[in-house]
């Protein structure tokens, strides 16, 4: 992770499920973006800092799968 907590996500048009991952620098991303994108398929790279809505978001999801797994 990059000092002070910035990153980098791909924002995917209608793909709200494909935007967790975080990368170091917006080359990173941009570049993992072209790889990845479908046909006819948009994005644009947005920078977040420790306060990041996707990475939270992603890791209430894990914790909450830690946690129920834990109780059964």
């Known amino acids: 992770m990059s000092k002070n ?3 980098y996500h ?3 048009s209608g793909k709200p499920a494909r935007d967790w991952e975080r990368f170091d620098t917006s080359a990173e991303s941009e570049a ?6 479908r046909p006819g398929e948009t994005y644009t ?3 977040h800092g420790e306060s990041c809505p996707q ?3 992603f890791m209430k999801m894990v ?6 797994e834990a109780s059964t």
Do not use: P, T
């Open 5 to 7: 907590g910035l990153h």
């Open 63 to 68: 914790s909450g799968r830690d946690n129920n």
């Open 55 to 57: 990475c939270m978001k």
């Open 32 to 37: 993992s973006a072209r790889q990845l994108a």
């Open 10 to 12: 791909i924002k995917w």
């Open 45 to 47: 790279v947005e920078e």
